[in-house]
Structures are given as C-alpha cells and as structure tokens.
C-alpha cells in the first residue's frame, strides 16, 4: 500500500522519517499546501491554526527542494520566539535524518553566538532564525544569503505583533530578489495581508476553514467571578479536573511570577515562563512540561509561542489578552494534531463584550459554565483517587514478600474501614479546604464589579504584617526561578510553603518574607546548607530595604557606597524613595533593574519591561524585539 505521504511527492527516505515519527496521515493543511509547495515556483500564504501541522506542510516540500550537496544556505525560516526556533529545528532534523549532508541551524537570542557561527561556518543549506540573532549575525557579516532560493515566515502575525516588521524588512534585503517567500499564519489581520502585497508576487493562497476562525477540536467556556475571586476560581477550575495538563495564560512576567508562586504554595505542580528567564531557566521550565513532571505552566504570551506539546488538556486565560487575535494563538495550544482539548477564559462582569468580541473573530460559541461548589470538587477528586486504585499495575512478584506484614497491620480493620482509610489520604485535605466553600460565580449583570487591579489585587494579597523579610545570597544567576527559590527555601528550612511571603528573586541575591514565628527555625535549619559548594546565607534585611528589622553591614551584592540600606552597589536615596540604581551601575531613569518601578514593598506599580527612559546602560531589554 502506498503511503499517504508518498502520493504528495514526498521522497522515501523522508517518507520514512514521517513514519518513524508515527505520522500516519497527511493534516489538510498538509494535504493541501505539499504538492503546491513542491513545484517550487510560486510565493505561498497558508492560512491555518496552531497545532495543524504547518512545520510539516512546508518543512517537507523544502526538503525535497534543496542541495544538500551544497553547504550554502538556501532555505531561511523566520519565526517570533526561541522556542518555536528550536521547535522547527528539531522537527525539520528529525524529516532529514536519512538524508546524507543535511544541515539545519538554529539561530536565536540567549544561546552562544559563537558556537551558532561556527555551525554556519561549517556549513548549512536551512537556517531557522528569530529576526533579532539573525541580523546580528547579518551585522558581522558572518553569511551569505546569496543562493537562498526560499523564505518561510512562520506565525507571521505574531512577528508582526512583537515588532519585527523593521527587521524582517532588513533581513529579507540581503536575500534574492527571485527567492520564492512562503508566509503561514493562523490569522489575517492587515499587517500580515501587507507583508504578502510587499513581498509576493501573485501568490497562491490556501486558507484552511474560515480565516481567523478557532480550532473546531477546541471548546470554549468561560466563567463570570468577581476580580477578588479569581486566584480561587483558577484553584477550583484545576481541582475540579484532577488530570489536567494545562498552560495558564496571564497578561506580564510579574504575573506569571505572582500566580505560579502561589499555586506552589498551595501545593500545586506550577512553574512559570516568561521573557526573563535565561535561555536555560527557559529550557529547565520546558523540559519540565515536556515530561508531564509539571501540571501547571503559568505563561505570558510572547514566551508559549512555540510550544508543541503534546497533549495539553486545557489553556486557561487568567486574563484575557489585549490583542483579540492573541486568544486564537492561546487557545491553539491544546487540541492539537486533532486531539480535543478546552479553553477557559476567567473574566469578571465587565469582560462579556470581550468574550463576544472573541466569539465573531473565531466563529464560535462560548458556553457560560459555572465553577463547581466545594461538594462537586470533593466528589470529583474522591472518585478519582478511587478509580486510579482500581485501575494501579500491581507488580505481582515484588509485592507478594510484603504482603503478610501488610495483612498484620490491616487485620484488625474491616474491608470497609481499610477503603476509607485509603480513599481519606488524599481526600481529606479537600474536604478540610472545600468546607463552607462560597459560591464564587457571578453574574454578567452584577454591575458592582470594580474591575481588575492587577492579578495580586483579584484575590487579595496576603499583607507583609506578620512577617518577617529576608536576605539570601542565591538568585537568577544560580538559575533560580521564584518557584526554585521557594522549593530550595522550603526543602532546606523545614518550613511549609505557606510560611512563604513574597519572593524579589535578583540576580546574585534574592529576599524573600516569612513568618515571624518561623524565622528562628529557618535560621537553625540552614546552618550549614551549601549550594555548589559555596555556603548559602541568609539575613535579615535593614529597615531602609522595606522589609523585617534587624542588622546589615555592608553592600551584600558587592561593590558601591550605600545609602538608606541598598543591596547591590548603586547609591539610594533615603529609606522609602526612588532607587538609582538596585544592580550597581549606571545612573536610569523610569525604573529599577529589569525596567518595572517598585515600591519597597515589593509589590510591582507598574511593568515597563525595560522600556523607559534610562541613561548610560541597557539592563533589562528595552526593544521587546531582542527578547528572541
């Protein structure tokens, strides 16, 4: 029988690549846009979701196109984000791995430029690239794309939505005029109807369903709760789906932080991604995913561009994105490769004509739910735990030697007594936090709603009263996120999450709030601790840092004269007021490291992202464009 793929005109050493895979059968954007691609001789616009099979329609077709004789680039294929570089990558290594001299580089911010131009130098015929790393390495005039003969814009408009027009414009001058471009994109808005007027010529276009529309794998709920409730409403939503596998979607990095540190807190599998981690924070973050070692992935919308993962039961809006068009690329990371999957968005009454504004571009429906009471999500978990008892492999050979001490400890139980003992294990701590649960939905009516205050403020943080702030000398360059931070804290200090306040994760140092009644415990317990082989310390912080009491001495993150009880070198006036500088450098204005103006508090007023003005240094990425 001859193999679907085959009858596209796909060669058989990549045929069997595909199979080994386990691609069975072409996707209808595949099916459609392959043998098109193939001729080799028209500009192409492929309009189809996420999750469809778009690295395949034209990461294929390129394949049976180039020389792999050659070891110049002929193929470049521009994405948004290093995750979806380094998913093409892989995907387009994988198609190629029966073909003799193939050679595919990716090309991306955070990564060693070094080793990247070495690989280019020692030969490649496609290169997958985010715009920013590629016109640095254009700038060193370290390739030339002098015999590309195809350029693929993937997820276009969202390049578009990050600010790359300029580069792409850049990058695309050094490549021939009679290139064939490929645009892909799950949606249509104007900018990317520009981008084919500008750099096509009469090309084909193939639109898979309706243009903007959904997933139809996908369904769409929403729930109506006050903004107070909404960190409540996420818990109930994830306890009420025991197997969820989900990506949670909120509007900023100072977001993600917040609501992944408290789902840990809480007990939950969570950890967050967003543009500032390091490249290989971000990769740790993934891999994690990846393995199903994490349930929850609490992501901005620039950092899950890329993600391919299989089998994500749910995407779960927080927040509802600012860009109407975004929700389509959100809502695309479940229900992929025709699996089924759910998309929940969690509004307050002021968000309905956001939802309908949703519903016309994707063209469809959203069903109102409400969130379940206490006694629906305590019946839900019980019967869970109970059907994976009944359903558990049990390892004959290895459990027969332990079986008459474990008859001894049960005999004086009766079959009853012993299952409710094994169902309460897990069951109990449901019932204690889901007794005299409220009723958390609201109405699309309930015009007393205030609106959102910032994803802390919707459910109300807990205050600094009662705790105590402290000093630690680990931080983002030890490749800590807030939830490693919060894990190492906890494990080594012997001390509940929920003794935890808040985390200001810095670069060499970090501080972190707890319990006053903890403090003394914590400091015993970590006596001794080491962490790569250099001893870990913990303070309490100076009255001038916001936080705690007690004594300081000295600059703990190096370097500078101090005022008022800074950390880290650069000079701060009085004990309350505007920091220079919180890193040791330059003089800026409009924000503290990292771009975001902080209260001493810690509680973040406003997230410019790096954006404001500054003087004399570039320290937290001022042209989101180089987040790539």
Known sequence: MINPFSKLGISDDVVNAVKDLGFENPTPIQEQSIPVLLEGNNDFVGLAQTGT????????????????????????????????CLQITSDIKNFSKNISGANVVAVYGGANIMQQLREIRNGVQIVVATPGRMLDIIGRKAIDFSNVKFVVLDEADEMLNMGFQEDINDILSTTPDDKKTWLFSATMPPEVRRIAKNYMDSPVELTMGTKNTGNVNIEHEYYIVRARDKYAALKRIVDFNPEIFAVVFCKTKLDTQDVAEHLIKDGYNADALHGDLSQQQRDKVMQRF???????????????????????????????????????????????????????????????????????IIGKSFTKAD?????????????????????????????????????????????????????????????EYYKNAPDLNSSADDRGERGERGERGERGPRSSEGYTRLFINLGSVDDFTRGDLLSFVCNNGKISGKGIGKIDLKGVYSFFEVENAAVESLFNNFKGVEFN??????????????????????????????????????????????????????????????????????????????????????????????RS
């Open 53 to 84: 099979g778009k690295t395949a329609a034209f990461g294929l077709p390129l394949l049976e196109l180039i020389d792999f004789k050659s070891n110049k680039p002929q193929a470049l294929i521009l994405c948004p984000t290093r995750e979806l």
């Open 290 to 360: 990846r393995d199903r070692n994490m349930q929850l992935l609490i992501a901005t919308d620039v950092a899950a561009r890329g993600i391919d993962v299989n089998n994500v039961t749910h995407v779960i809006n927080y927040s509802l994105p600012d860009e109407i068009e975004s929700y389509t690329h959100r809502s695309g990371r479940t229900g992929r490769a025709g699996k089924t999957g759910i998309s929940i968005c969690i509004v307050n009454s002021k968000e309905i004509g956001k939802i309908r504004q949703i519903e016309r």
């Open 371 to 431: 969130l379940p009471t206490g006694f629906d999500v305590c019946e839900k978990q019980l019967f869970a735990l109970v059907h994976k008892v009944h359903n558990v492999e049990v390892n004959e050979s290895q459990i027969e030697q332990y079986m008459p001490r474990i008859m001894d400890e049960f005999a004086e139980l009766s079959k009853d007594e012993v299952i409710k003992r094994f169902a309460s294990l897990e069951f109990n701590r449901f019932l």
């Open 533 to 626: 082989n250099r001893g870990v310390r913990i303070e309490k912080t100076a009255d001038g840092d916001g936080g705690g009491g007690g004594r300081s001495r000295g600059g703990f993150g190096g370097g500078g004269r101090r005022e008022g009880g800074s950390y880290g070198g650069g000079r701060r006036e009085g004990g309350g007021g505007e920091r220079k500088s919180y890193g040791g450098g330059n003089k800026r204005e409009g924000g503290n490291s990292g771009g975001g103006f902080r209260d001493f508090s810690g509680r973040s007023r406003e997230d410019k992202g790096g954006a404001g003005r500054r003087e004399g240094g570039n320290s937290g990425g001022a042209d989101r464009r180089r």
